[in-house]
């Protein structure tokens, strides 16, 4: 998909654009794979992270059984509006 909104964070590439802002990576140096990402999920369904102020409901939790894929989908029904967010987690912990 592409990152061609104001309000994408991408922490794939730094190419520059006015419509897309570069996040750095997280980094899980001390964890394994799994152990790094139920911590991820677990701050996902937690809200962790949301901007202050913004009642957002998680909707859905979307996740591969390897580790490598997670998608949230959230509900702000104060705005009416619907937002995702994907982690990709590279297979160097495989």
Not at 5 to 27: K, M, T
Not at 37 to 45: N, Q, S
Request: proline share 5%; with cysteine.
């Amino acid at each position: 998909m592409l990152c061609d909104s104001p309000a994408c964070v991408s922490s794939q590439d730094d190419i520059s654009s006015s419509a897309r802002s570069f996040a750095e990576p997280w980094e899980y140096d001390d964890l394994s794979m799994a152990e790094a990402f139920k911590e991820l999920k677990a701050a996902v369904e937690l809200r962790i992270g949301l901007a202050k102020g913004e009642d957002f409901n998680v909707v859905k939790v979307i996740e591969t059984p390897d580790y490598c894929y997670l998608r949230a989908v959230y509900e702000n029904p104060a705005k009416g509006t619907i937002d995702d967010a994907e982690w990709f987690l590279p297979g160097r912990f495989h």
